[in-house]
């Protein structure tokens, strides 16, 4: 299973533009990157997903580097809302199975 | 509401007893996985269900089994409970094998076991 990696904290200023690393070096051709966050205790709310090219949608963006190794999820303007742990998550396709495997995430702290 | 239904969202029980824990995937979705997330950890891949058929296990312990039924809503059984399986238990569903179409949560089942 190819695995992440995460910073296992930030903290970004509400209103600002918060920026998200996730290295997977070990990524195979066909496998996704998938963004989920964990609000408190709530369950994993899905975020966005992208093969090779970069991915936006109304929640957030997923630039993924050329050779596929890391990724940044970007949330445009950050709100107290958005404090919460956010799992960069490659997904197991080898396997014929969808179980996504989780890491231990980074908590973003989105401060005042 | 997500479209996963998760019941009971509460459970408090002692240790040594049996549980179980149901899960009603989004309409339409085919997979069930379940998931732990034991206090302060991530949360960890238990086992996936597929149309009924088991299709991939994680670190399930014996004491833990699971099935999905023909309408297609799963149960996790818990028995001989110790005071190390309080947790958070998440089920997620999806409408394929491997996901292609994405996941969705539902809202967990907080165990506590006294």
């Known amino acids: 299973d190819a695995k992440t990696t995460q910073p296992p904290s930030m903290d970004c200023a509400e209103g600002r533009a918060a920026n998200l690393p996730c290295n997977h070096s070990?990524?195979?051709?066909?496998?996704?990157v998938y963004w989920y966050r964990q609000i408190h205790s709530q369950g994993p709310q899905y975020i966005i997903h992208g093969l090779k090219n970069n991915e936006t949608n109304e929640m957030a963006s997923l630039i993924i580097t050329e050779d596929r190794k890391s990724s940044t999820l970007i949330l445009p303007h950050a709100t107290l809302r958005d404090t919460a742990v956010y799992y960069c998550i490659v997904r197991v396709t080898s396997s014929n199975t969808g179980k996504l495997i989780f890491g231990q995430g980074t908590t973003l702290q989105v401060k005042p | 509401d997500s479209g996963v239904t998760q019941t009971p969202k509460h459970l408090i029980t002692a240790t040594g007893q049996r549980v179980t824990l149901r899960c009603s995937p989004r309409s339409g979705d085919l997979s069930v996985y379940w998931y732990q997330q034991s206090l302060d950890q991530g949360l960890q891949f238990l086992i996936q269900y597929y149309n009924g058929e088991e299709r991939a296990k994680g670190n399930i312990l014996e004491r833990f089994s699971a099935q999905q039924f023909p309408d297609l809503h799963s149960e996790l059984n818990l028995s001989s409970l110790e005071l190390g399986d309080s947790a958070l238990y998440f089920c997620?569903?999806?409408?394929?094998?491997?996901?292609?179409?994405?996941?969705?949560f539902g809202s967990g089942t907080r165990l506590t076991v006294v």
């Open positions: 070990t990524i195979s051709g066909n496998e996704y």
């Open positions: 997620a569903s999806s409408a394929d094998l491997i996901g292609n179409y994405g996941y969705t």
